[in-house]
């Protein structure tokens, strides 16, 4: 048993392992009360205050803890939970500002764009959930099309019992009744690999019961969801990844219950996700599935619900939820590529080499990635790379619809390929594509700490005409003596940058070195990022000098 999970578990009392959200195989879980009026102000991420207020709503959205009185511990660690979130609220900090939206608010596809996703209920992508093998059938029960309403839709039918959706479990006949004493951390990853193997239908599950059940959550979600369903998955997994490493694990969490701020989630949303995740557990593992591994979920459930929350409650003291940024410059480099600098509203601290997540007013709640082009500046302005990609959504608007003038949305800052000032060691840089950006903000920190360090820089494109930022790495090789460049084009000859090495980034790197006194840097698409990983590696840098933005995280651009 892990540390964490192990303090949760008492802390949750000594109920079986539940913890403060509604156990799924309650019975009583059918007795769930309907939202509050009031929720769905509170809960939407456009009307939501700019700082969560998780009592000043005055409601208690999603499950409340006036439930049961056999689940009284859940109650009190609930409220602990209030108390301490709300002593931490000092009341909105900042003005409740909605984003501007576009007229009509309909998100419509700016010209060229690859067709967008249709906004509205998300039937289509949210199939019924099949039966899972070995599953009781839950009839009539399990969310079906068309359950999960769009923002503004009407209602979705009443509260569904999600005891009898998940076709019941928790007695006799789990998957993890016998054997011996199993850690937690055991029996929650063989839940998550047998899960995995449905992980489509098992997240399609989970958000169609998370608005059966809480429709007035569904506001805080994005019209289309696809992208939404591998990002929770891929942050289960992630978290289940690092349970066993409990630094790593808590600071995995609080990144994650910070960048929820700007959500708007609130304390009391937790329970209501936990339970959903519980019943697509007991439905899409339902081998691995029992008491024990449901007291484990509950347990580890309550530590990560708990992490998140302290450490949004905590980043309220100090920072928005989120900053509004207005364009006041929009550079076409190509076709495809735009370098755009917004200027926020708020003083916005950052380190070179991270990144934020940004929302587009044409696209309300749908958030991408993009690193910061430049080390923090004296005037506060803060510069974008962005390469409009097929399909994509939000890159597509920024380059090809942005305007000075349009206010986008930024959440905090994150990521840690950020520039080891305590040594000396040389920088070998891998920038691919739009990955150039973060090297040109660490290449700017490194001149901006005064101790001159070798900087090199490969920096690869796949024709010469994408290499959008050459100029200006070059304009930097000529300001620093210990900073150099090499342009590496991937395919079809070089005719307007003759110096370009051919080849993959990667491969251009290997024709030079020695590298081992080096630090390595990578950013760019995550196929570069594994083979420039195995090439720095095989070149003697080792793993632990080597930085690079997660490749979840990467994944989940889709900038
Ligand atoms: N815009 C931003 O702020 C940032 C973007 N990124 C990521 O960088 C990527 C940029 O995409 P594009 O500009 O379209 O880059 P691209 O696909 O044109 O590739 C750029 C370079 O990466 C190399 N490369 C690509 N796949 C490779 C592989 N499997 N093995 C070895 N080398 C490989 C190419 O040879 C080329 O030199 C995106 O995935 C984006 O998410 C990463 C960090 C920051």
Redesign the pocket.
């Known amino acids: 048993m892990t540390t964490m999970s192990g303090s949760d578990g008492a802390s949750a009392g000594g109920n079986g392992g539940r913890g403060w959200f509604t156990p799924v195989s309650d019975a009583a879980a059918a007795e769930r009360p309907t939202p509050a009026g009031n929720e769905t102000t509170a809960a939407s991420g456009e009307a939501a205050p700019r700082t969560a207020a998780p009592a000043a709503d005055g409601g208690a959205p999603g499950a409340d803890p006036s439930g049961p009185a056999q689940d009284r511990a859940r109650t009190e660690v609930r409220t602990e939970v209030r108390t301490e979130v709300h002593a931490a609220h000092g009341g909105p900090r900042s003005r409740a500002q909605p984003l501007p939206q576009a007229p009509g608010a309909a998100p419509a596809p700016a010209p060229g764009t690859a067709p967008a996703p249709a906004p509205g209920p998300i039937a289509g992508t949210a199939p019924a959930p099949a039966s899972a093998p070995g599953a009781a059938p839950a009839s009539g029960a399990a969310p079906v099309s068309g359950a999960a309403p769009a923002p503004g839709a009407a209602p979705a039918p009443g509260p569904v019992p999600v005891a009898a959706a998940v076709g019941g479990f928790g007695g006799s006949g789990g998957g993890d009744g016998g054997g011996g004493e199993l850690a937690d951390a055991d029996l929650i990853r063989a839940s998550m690999a047998e899960l995995e193997r449905s992980s489509d239908a098992a997240t399609a599950y989970f958000y169609a019961l998370l608005f059966v059940q809480y429709p007035h959550l569904r506001e805080m979600f994005p019209a289309a969801m696809d992208g939404q369903r591998d990002r929770l998955f891929r942050a289960l997994l992630t978290a289940v990844r690092l349970y066993d490493d409990g630094k790593l694990f808590a600071e995995y969490l609080a990144n994650l219950g910070r960048g929820h701020r700007k959500y708007g989630t609130l304390p009391t949303h937790y329970p209501a996700v936990g339970e959903c995740l519980m019943a697509a557990l007991a439905r899409y593992a339902p081998n691995s599935w029992g008491p024990r591994t449901e007291a484990a979920w509950v347990r580890a459930y309550t530590a990560i619900s708990q992490t998140m929350i302290d450490a949004a409650a905590e980043d309220e003291q100090r920072a928005p939820a989120w900053w509004d940024a207005e364009i006041v410059a929009h550079e076409r480099r190509t076709a495809q590529i735009a370098v755009v600098t917004v200027r926020p509203d708020q003083p916005y601290p950052f380190r070179a080499g991270q ?1 934020t997540s940004l929302e587009t007013p044409w696209w309300p709640r749908v958030w991408r990635h ?2 910061f082009a430049s080390a923090p500046r004296s005037d506060g302005l803060l510069t ?4 409009a990609v097929p399909a994509g959504w939000v890159s597509t608007a920024l380059v090809q619809r942005a305007r000075p003038g349009d206010v986008l949305r930024l959440g905090p800052p994150a990521g840690s390929m950020t520039v080891d000032h305590g040594t000396d060691s040389g920088l070998l840089c891998l920038g ?4 150039i ?2 090297i040109k903000a660490l290449v700017e920190d490194v001149a901006s700490h005064g101790r001159p360090r070798p900087v090199e820089v490969f920096y ?3 024709t010469d005409h ?1 290499l959008y930022d050459l100029e200006t790495m070059r304009h930097l090789q000529d300001r620093f003596d210990w900073l150099s460049v090499r342009p ?1 084009v ?1 395919s079809g000859g070089a005719p307007g940058t003759p110096d370009a090495l051919a080849g ?3 491969d251009a790197v290997r024709r030079y070195g020695p590298w081992s006194a080096y630090d390595g840097y990578l ?6 990022i594994r ?1 420039g990983v195995e090439t720095l590696v095989g070149l003697g840098i080792p793993t632990h000098r080597i930085r690079h ?1 997660s490749l979840d995280e ?1 994944v989940a ?1 889709r ?1």
């Open positions: 990144y993009y690193s974008f790379h962005v390469k691919g594509g739009t990955g950006a973060p690869g494109a796949r994408d590496v991937a993959e980034l990667p950013s760019g698409p995550p196929g570069m083979t933005d990467l651009r900038a």
